[in-house]
């Protein structure tokens, strides 16, 4: 039964980096295939044995700064009531690096959402970060990161490093993280149901739902000029067509929402830049 279920969970992967347009029966597929894999508790005691292995092997160092840190997590409060009603039962922690040179943002299983402060001041406006939020939160909603993983290092070593067995599989995804940036391959179907994901919760909450579309754009910009922008373009290339279909999504579907917060996000910027 093992053998017959990882099959279709490597089926329904492949099927997702094809070109054309990412099928709703494939990702269905491979989220319950995830599910069956790998429990809700195993995906939290992976992610909390990764966020440790950063935290002790790879030194990542969080952000002191109360304001700032209450901000992002006051933000992405509002963002996480939403991914809640796709997949309850998620305990979401969110964490600031304190790393002004890197632009990138990433989500582990169980629910654990990391934030360079990098972003935070590439952002021009409190929009563009709750949708990349709301992105992040819908690859745990959607059990990409928990798909990813298990294509890149197997069912099996998978689930003996959520049971404490396999420290080696722990330690490679964390340097990945905390390294190259590209430590989830997320297919491509994976990465369009976030985009969706993350424009529909901010709308939700009266956020310019193109919020994530302008940051994009924005990195896409920017690409070689800044090395550190690098970090979140890796494994969220801005291509023309996934900007396309953000917006037709968002058109589709009828999202609105007025709420930029330029104004509440400056005020952070300058406490990051002192």
Not at 76 to 100: E, H
Not at 182 to 208: C, H, I, M, P, Q
Request: with cysteine.
């Amino acid at each position: 039964m093992k053998r017959i279920l990882s099959a279709v969970l490597t089926l329904s992967m492949a099927l997702g980096f094809t070109s054309g347009c990412a099928s709703v029966k494939n990702m269905n597929v491979g989220r319950t295939a995830a599910s069956i894999l790998i429990s809700d508790e195993q995906e939290a005691q992976l992610g909390l044995q990764v966020k440790q292995e950063l935290e002790t092997k790879e030194k990542i160092k969080y952000l002191e700064d109360p304001t700032v840190v209450e901000y992002v997590r006051t933000v992405s409060t509002r963002i996480l009531q939403q991914a809640n009603k796709d997949r309850q039962g998620v305990k979401w922690k969110v964490n600031v690096i304190d790393d002004p040179k890197t632009v990138n943002a990433f989500a582990t299983p169980g629910g654990y959402l990391y934030v360079y402060t990098g972003l935070l001041l590439a952002a021009d406006n409190e929009a563009e970060l709750a949708g990349v939020m709301g992105h992040e939160a819908g690859h745990v909603t959607g059990r990409h990161s928990a798909q990813a993983l298990m294509l890149q290092y197997g069912e099996q070593a998978l689930i003996d490093a959520a049971l404490g067995k396999n420290s080696g599989t722990v330690a490679q995804i964390a340097a990945n993280l905390a390294g190259s940036g590209a430590g989830l391959a997320f297919s491509r179907s994976n990465e369009t149901e976030a985009d969706d994901f993350g424009a529909k919760y901010t709308s939700a909450v009266n956020y310019d739902p193109n919020g994530l579309v302008t940051f994009f754009q924005k990195l896409a910009a920017e690409e070689g000029k800044v090395p550190g922008v690098m970090k979140w373009l890796s494994t969220h290339p801005p291509s023309a067509e996934r900007v396309q279909h953000l917006n037709s999504y968002i058109s589709k579907n009828r999202l609105t929402g007025s709420d930029v917060g330029a104004d509440r996000l400056a005020p952070i910027k300058a406490r990051l830049k002192k």
